[in-house]
């Protein structure tokens, strides 16, 4: 089993940039795909980022993309999302997600969770 912790969350003015991280501990992230998912508050919880075991193979939210970017580092057991050109809509908890090698990039098809970071963001 693995434990995920999510970190970097915070309070950034609309246009600015922020990455969060995802640190794994017990199993490394080599044996599991991991994935980005944000739910605000009266919302259903939703695919942002996810990032295949090579790296090479990473998807996008059409919400997102051009602006975040996923990457991973295996060695450190970190997961990280950039986020640039933050919008007040990206406003919600993100959570980091692990699921098999072939795992579908929606939260049914994750089987472990991070507790989440709070991402604010002003207009």
Known sequence: QVQLAESGG??????GSLRVTCVASGRTFMRYAVG???QAPGKEREFVAGI???????????????????????????????M???KPE?????YC???GIFASWTASGMNYWGK????TVSS
């Open 10 to 15: 915070g309070l950034v003015q609309a246009g």
């Open 36 to 38: 980005w998912f944000r």
């Open 52 to 82: 295949r075991l090579s790296g090479g193979s990473t998807s996008l939210a059409d919400s997102v993309k051009g602006r975040f970017a996923i990457s991973r580092d295996n060695d450190k057991n970190a997961v990280y999302l950039q």
């Open 84 to 86: 640039n050109s933050l």
């Open 90 to 94: 990206d406003t919600a908890v993100y």
């Open 97 to 99: 997600a692990a699921g």
């Open 116 to 119: 989440g970071t709070l991402v």
